[in-house]
C-alpha cells in the first residue's frame, strides 16, 4: 500500500465539504476519484499532498514515497523555453554526465594515485549514471514533449510567451519526467488533443508507479482506472473497476437502495394504517392487537432515504420548425492565417436528423471551420450553402455568446423580450440557476456556470440546427448525460467539435476527422472511429502518393456518394460534383483507386447500416421487455393496494380466515413484485 486516507473530514465556513472518507492506493494501482462539481474532489487532492489540513483523519503514505502532483492549472514563470524547462527535471542526470565527460578528459593526462582515484570515482558514477537510465534522458525528454502535443518547431518557445493550455501542458510533462513512486493528476485531459490522450493513457497504463487521477473524461477512465473512488455528499464510496463498471453498479445500487427504502415505506404505512384502524374500533382485543404491531414497528430500523441522484437540470431542445433534408453544403471550403494554412479544398454535405461530431488536433481549424458556417468568420474560399427553413443555434466555448456585464436575468430578457419574470426564472431553474443567483453578473460565473448560461440560452433559441464548440467543456459527469440525452433525443440537425470521446461515443451518427489536411468520414460513433481509422488512412494515404507521389493531395474532402452513405473522395481524388446532381467524374490517373476505395467504404457503410438495424431492433426488444415489466409491476401493485385497503376494512380485519387468505396473497405478489424489481433493474441499466 503507498497511500491511506482514513476518515478524512474538512469544513470550510461550517459547511462540511469531506466526512469520513477512507481509501487506500496500492503499489502500481491507477484509481480515479470522480463526483460531481463542488463535491469536493480537488479539496481532497489539496488534503493529500499537504497543502491543506485536514479537521481530523489520517493520511499516511509508505515509506520513502515520492509523489508528484499536477493541479488543473498551471502558471509557470520561467525564462526557459519549453525545451530547457522539461530538461531541468533531468538536472541531476545532466550533471552527472557532465562531471562523467571531465572526469574522461582528465584520465587523459594524470598518472599514478590521482588517476587511481580519478578511475575509481569514474566507475562509481558511470554505474549510477546506469542505474538512473542516464543514457536515454534526452530521448525521453524529446518523446514526453512530442507525446503532450509539442513539435520540434516549438521547442524553442519560451514560456512566458505560451497560453495556459501550453503551460498546463508542460507543466505535466514536468512531472512525468520525475517519475514520482505516485502521479496525483488534477483534470490532466482539460488541455490535450485526442492523439495526446491517446499518448497519456498509454503512458500512465505502463507507468511503473501508482496513479490517482481526478477527471471528468469518462472514456480516459475507463482506459486507465482500475477502481473508482466516488465522493458523493461529502462521503466516500469504493468501486473496484472502470468507470463503465461503477456507472452500472452505482445505477444498480441505487435502484436496490430505493427499492428496499420504498417497501420499507410502503410497509411502514400499511402497519400503522392497520393500527390506527385496529384502535378505531374500540375493542379490547383489537387495541392488543394494534400494540403488539406498534411493538414490532418500534423495533424496525428505519433506512435513510437514499440521496437522489441530481438530474434537476433539465435541457429540452426543440426545433421551432422542420427544416429541408440538406441541411448543410460545403465546398472547396479554404482559411489561413498569414502564411499558416489551416484547411483548403474542404467539401462535405449535411442532412437532416444526423449528429456530425468533427474530431481533429488541436490547432487544424475546426472551431474556425464553425466560425465560417455560423458567419463569424469569412472563408478565404469556397461556399457555404444552408438548406431551406434551416435556423442555427450556436454553442461558443468561450462563450462569447453571453455578455460579461450583464447578469443572468438581464441575458434571457434582453434576448427573448416575450418572456415573462416567471419564464425567465423557471429557464434559469432548468439549468440550477435560482434565487438571487439570477442576478449574478456572467463576468463573475465559472466555466461550468457558463457552459449552462450558454445551454439555456440554446434552449430557448428554438433552432434546428446546432452547432456546438466543445459543449462538454467544464461540466461535471451528470451534466454531460443530461446534455447527452437531450442531444440524442432531438428532432433537428447537430455539429459539434468535441474532444470528449465518451461523449461522441454517446451521440454522434457520424465524424469528420480533419486530419493530414483532409477531412474524412466514418459512418458512426467514436468506436466505430477507432476499429476503422488506421487501415482507412492507410489506404488513402496510399492512394494520395499514387495519384501524386511528389506531395500529400491538396484536394482532401469526402463526401456522400451513395443512397447507402458510400463516400466517395473529392478534388484530388476525385473532381466532384454538386450534390444536387449526384454524380462524380474521377480524376482519370486515378480511377482505379478511386473505384476500389468508394466500393470498399459502401460495403461498409452496408455493414454499418446493419449493424444499426440489428442494434435499433435490440433496443426496441428490451424498451418492450421494460415496458411489460412496468406494466406489470403497477398490476401487482395496484393489486397490494387493493388488499392493503382489504385487510383494513373492519368486516375483513376480524375474518381471521379471510385475513389469511389475503395474506398469502400478499407475500406471493411481494415475492413476484421482487422478482420484477430485480429484473426491472437489469433492464434499465
Same mark, same amino acid.
Given at each position: 500500500?503507498?497511500?491511506?486516507?482514513?476518515?478524512?473530514?474538512?469544513?470550510?465556513?461550517?459547511?462540511?465539504?469531506?466526512?469520513?472518507?477512507?481509501?487506500?492506493?496500492?503499489?502500481?494501482?491507477?484509481?480515479?476519484?470522480?463526483?460531481?462539481?463542488?463535491?469536493?474532489?480537488?479539496?481532497?487532492? %489539496?488534503?493529500?499532498?499537504?497543502?491543506?489540513?485536514?479537521?481530523?483523519?489520517?493520511?499516511?503514505?509508505?515509506?520513502?514515497?515520492?509523489?508528484?502532483?499536477?493541479?488543473?492549472?498551471?502558471? +509557470?514563470?520561467?525564462? *526557459?523555453?519549453?525545451?530547457?524547462?522539461?530538461?531541468?527535471?533531468?538536472?541531476?542526470?545532466?550533471?552527472?554526465?557532465?562531471?562523467?565527460?571531465?572526469?574522461?578528459?582528465?584520465?587523459?593526462?594524470?598518472?599514478?594515485?590521482?588517476?587511481?582515484?580519478?578511475?575509481?570515482?569514474?566507475?562509481?558514477?558511470?554505474?549510477?549514471?546506469?542505474?538512473?537510465?542516464?543514457?536515454?534522458?534526452?530521448?525521453?525528454?524529446?518523446?514526453?514533449?512530442?507525446?503532450?502535443?509539442?513539435?520540434?518547431?516549438?521547442?524553442?518557445?519560451? +514560456?512566458?510567451?505560451?497560453?495556459?493550455? #501550453?503551460?498546463?501542458?508542460?507543466?505535466?510533462?514536468? &512531472?512525468?519526467?520525475?517519475?514520482?513512486?505516485?502521479?496525483?493528476?488534477?483534470?490532466?485531459?482539460?488541455?490535450?488533443?485526442?492523439?495526446?490522450?491517446?499518448?497519456?493513457?498509454?503512458?500512465?497504463?505502463?507507468?511503473?508507479?501508482?496513479?490517482?487521477?481526478?477527471?471528468?473524461?469518462?472514456?480516459?477512465?475507463?482506459? !486507465?482506472?482500475?477502481?473508482?473512488?466516488?465522493?458523493?455528499?461529502?462521503?466516500?464510496?469504493?468501486?473496484?473497476?472502470?468507470?463503465?463498471?461503477?456507472?452500472?453498479?452505482?445505477?444498480?445500487?441505487?435502484?436496490?437502495?430505493?427499492?428496499?427504502?420504498?417497501?420499507?415505506?410502503?410497509?411502514?404505512? *400499511?402497519?400503522?394504517?392497520?393500527?390506527? %384502524? &385496529?384502535?378505531?374500533?374500540?375493542?379490547? =382485543?383489537?387495541?392488543?392487537?394494534?400494540?403488539?404491531?406498534? %411493538?414490532?414497528?418500534?423495533?424496525?430500523?428505519?433506512?435513510?432515504?437514499?440521496?437522489?441522484?441530481?438530474?434537476?437540470? *433539465?435541457?429540452?431542445?426543440?426545433?421551432?420548425?422542420?427544416?429541408?433534408?440538406?441541411?448543410?453544403?460545403?465546398?472547396?471550403?479554404?482559411?489561413?492565417?498569414?502564411?499558416?494554412?489551416?484547411?483548403?479544398?474542404?467539401?462535405?454535405?449535411?442532412?437532416?436528423?444526423?449528429?456530425?461530431?468533427?474530431?481533429?488536433?488541436?490547432?487544424?481549424?475546426?472551431?474556425?471551420?464553425?466560425?465560417?458556417?455560423?458567419?463569424?468568420?469569412?472563408?478565404?474560399?469556397?461556399?457555404?450553402?444552408?438548406?431551406?427553413?434551416?435556423?442555427?443555434?450556436?454553442?461558443?466555448?468561450?462563450?462569447?455568446?453571453?455578455?460579461?456585464?450583464?447578469?443572468?436575468?438581464?441575458?434571457?430578457?434582453?434576448?427573448?423580450?416575450?418572456?415573462?419574470?416567471?419564464?425567465?426564472?423557471?429557464?434559469?431553474?432548468?439549468?440550477?440557476?435560482?434565487?438571487?443567483?439570477?442576478?449574478?453578473?456572467?463576468?463573475?460565473?465559472?466555466?461550468?456556470? =457558463?457552459?449552462?448560461?450558454?445551454?439555456?440560452?440554446?434552449?430557448?433559441?428554438?433552432?434546428?440546427? &446546432?452547432?456546438?464548440?466543445?459543449?462538454?467543456?467544464?461540466?461535471?459527469?451528470?451534466?454531460?448525460?443530461?446534455?447527452?440525452?437531450?442531444?440524442?433525443?432531438?428532432?433537428? $440537425?447537430?455539429?459539434?467539435?468535441?474532444?470528449?470521446?465518451?461523449?461522441?461515443?454517446? $451521440?454522434? $451518427?457520424? !465524424?469528420?476527422?480533419?486530419?493530414?489536411?483532409?477531412?474524412?468520414?466514418?459512418?458512426?460513433?467514436?468506436?466505430?472511429?477507432?476499429? *476503422?481509422?488506421?487501415?482507412?488512412?492507410?489506404?488513402?494515404? /496510399?492512394?494520395? /502518393?499514387?495519384?501524386?507521389?511528389?506531395?500529400?493531395?491538396?484536394?482532401?474532402?469526402?463526401?456522400?456518394?451513395?443512397?447507402?452513405?458510400?463516400?466517395?473522395?473529392?478534388?484530388?481524388?476525385?473532381?466532384?460534383?454538386?450534390?444536387?446532381?449526384?454524380?462524380?467524374?474521377?480524376?482519370? $490517373?486515378?480511377?482505379?483507386?478511386?473505384? /476500389?476505395?468508394?466500393?470498399?467504404?459502401?460495403?461498409?457503410?452496408?455493414?454499418?447500416?446493419?449493424? #444499426?438495424?440489428?442494434?435499433?431492433?435490440?433496443?426496441?426488444?428490451?424498451?418492450?421487455?421494460?415496458? =411489460?415489466?412496468?406494466?406489470?409491476?403497477?398490476?401487482?401493485?395496484?393489486?397490494?393496494?387493493?388488499?392493503?385497503?382489504?385487510?383494513? %376494512?373492519?368486516?375483513?380485519?376480524?375474518?381471521?380466515? =379471510?385475513?389469511?387468505?389475503?395474506?398469502?396473497?400478499?407475500?406471493?405478489? #411481494?415475492?413476484?413484485?421482487?422478482?420484477?424489481?430485480?429484473?426491472?433493474?437489469? &433492464?434499465?441499466?
Amino acid at each position: 500500500m503507498i497511500l491511506s486516507c482514513h476518515d478524512i473530514c474538512k469544513s470550510f465556513d461550517g459547511k462540511d465539504i469531506l466526512q469520513n472518507v477512507s481509501f487506500h492506493i496500492e503499489n502500481n494501482e491507477k484509481a480515479a476519484i470522480v463526483g460531481i462539481n463542488g463535491a469536493g474532489k480537488t479539496t481532497l487532492l %489539496k488534503l493529500i499532498i499537504g497543502e491543506l489540513s485536514a479537521d481530523s483523519g489520517e493520511i499516511t503514505f509508505a515509506r520513502d514515497t515520492t509523489f508528484g502532483y499536477l493541479a488543473q492549472n498551471q502558471n +509557470i514563470d520561467s525564462s *526557459h523555453t519549453i525545451y530547457e524547462e522539461l530538461k531541468e527535471v533531468k538536472r541531476e542526470t545532466i550533471n552527472l554526465e557532465e562531471k562523467i565527460r571531465s572526469a574522461e578528459e582528465q584520465m587523459k593526462v594524470l598518472k599514478g594515485d590521482e588517476l587511481n582515484r580519478l578511475m575509481d570515482d569514474y566507475a562509481t558514477m558511470t554505474h549510477r549514471f546506469q542505474l538512473i537510465d542516464g543514457y536515454a534522458w534526452k530521448s525521453e525528454v524529446t518523446g514526453v514533449a512530442k507525446g503532450l502535443g509539442f513539435v520540434e518547431e516549438e521547442f524553442d518557445k519560451q +514560456i512566458s510567451t505560451l497560453s495556459g493550455g #501550453q503551460k498546463t501542458r508542460v507543466a505535466l510533462g514536468k &512531472l512525468l519526467l520525475q517519475n514520482p513512486n505516485l502521479i496525483i493528476l488534477d483534470e490532466p485531459t482539460n488541455h490535450l488533443d485526442m492523439n495526446s490522450i491517446r499518448w497519456l493513457e498509454n503512458y500512465l497504463l505502463n507507468y511503473k508507479g501508482a496513479v490517482l487521477i481526478v477527471s471528468h473524461d469518462r472514456y480516459f477512465l475507463d482506459r !486507465i482506472a482500475g477502481r473508482i473512488i466516488e465522493i458523493d455528499q461529502g462521503r466516500s464510496n469504493v468501486f473496484s473497476g472502470n468507470y463503465t463498471f461503477y456507472a452500472s453498479e452505482k445505477e444498480r445500487q441505487r435502484a436496490v437502495a430505493w427499492h428496499t427504502y420504498i417497501s420499507q415505506q410502503q410497509e411502514i404505512r *400499511h402497519q400503522k394504517e392497520v393500527i390506527a %384502524k &385496529l384502535k378505531s374500533f374500540n375493542r379490547e =382485543k383489537s387495541i392488543k392487537r394494534a400494540e403488539s404491531r406498534e %411493538k414490532m414497528l418500534d423495533k424496525i430500523e428505519v433506512l435513510d432515504k437514499p440521496a437522489e441522484i441530481r438530474d434537476d437540470m *433539465h435541457i429540452t431542445l426543440t426545433p421551432s420548425c422542420i427544416s429541408g433534408n440538406d441541411v448543410l453544403h460545403v465546398e472547396d471550403l479554404g482559411k489561413s492565417f498569414g502564411d499558416a494554412t489551416l484547411f483548403r479544398d474542404i467539401s462535405f454535405d449535411i442532412r437532416r436528423g444526423e449528429r456530425v461530431a468533427i474530431i481533429g488536433d488541436n490547432g487544424t481549424g475546426k472551431t474556425t471551420m464553425l466560425k465560417i458556417i455560423n458567419q463569424l468568420l469569412p472563408a478565404d474560399t469556397g461556399k457555404i450553402v444552408l438548406g431551406t427553413k434551416v435556423a442555427i443555434g450556436y454553442y461558443d466555448q468561450e462563450h462569447h455568446v453571453l455578455h460579461d456585464d450583464k447578469n443572468l436575468f438581464e441575458e434571457i430578457s434582453d434576448d427573448y423580450p416575450t418572456l415573462n419574470n416567471t419564464q425567465i426564472r423557471n429557464t434559469l431553474a432548468a439549468f440550477l440557476f435560482t434565487g438571487d443567483d439570477v442576478y449574478k453578473r456572467i463576468g463573475d460565473l465559472s466555466g461550468g456556470e =457558463k457552459g449552462r448560461m450558454s445551454l439555456a440560452k440554446l434552449m430557448l433559441s428554438e433552432a434546428n440546427f &446546432l452547432l456546438l464548440d466543445e459543449p462538454t467543456n467544464h461540466l461535471d459527469i451528470t451534466s454531460k448525460e443530461v446534455l447527452e440525452s437531450a442531444l440524442c433525443g432531438y428532432e433537428g $440537425t447537430v455539429l459539434y467539435v468535441s474532444h470528449d470521446r465518451y461523449f461522441i461515443n454517446r $451521440t454522434a $451518427t457520424r !465524424i469528420l476527422d480533419l486530419t493530414h489536411g483532409m477531412l474524412v468520414n466514418y459512418i458512426g460513433n467514436y468506436d466505430y472511429y477507432l476499429e *476503422h481509422q488506421p487501415q482507412t488512412m492507410e489506404r488513402l494515404l /496510399a492512394e494520395g /502518393a499514387a495519384a501524386s507521389p511528389s506531395s500529400v493531395p491538396a484536394a482532401n474532402s469526402f463526401q456522400y456518394g451513395t443512397s447507402q452513405d458510400a463516400l466517395t473522395p473529392a478534388g484530388a481524388f476525385a473532381g466532384t460534383s454538386s450534390p444536387a446532381e449526384g454524380s462524380s467524374s474521377p480524376h482519370p $490517373t486515378s480511377a482505379p483507386a478511386v473505384s /476500389a476505395a468508394a466500393s470498399a467504404v459502401a460495403s461498409s457503410g452496408q455493414s454499418d447500416w446493419k449493424a #444499426q438495424k440489428e442494434e435499433q431492433a435490440r433496443k426496441r426488444k428490451q424498451e418492450n421487455a421494460l415496458k =411489460k415489466c412496468e406494466d406489470q409491476i403497477a398490476e401487482l401493485e395496484a393489486r397490494m393496494n387493493e388488499i392493503n385497503g382489504e385487510m383494513s %376494512k373492519p368486516e375483513i380485519a376480524t375474518d381471521l380466515s =379471510k385475513l389469511r387468505t389475503l395474506s398469502d396473497e400478499q407475500t406471493m405478489l #411481494q415475492a413476484q413484485l421482487d422478482t420484477l424489481y430485480d429484473e426491472w433493474a437489469e &433492464l434499465s441499466s
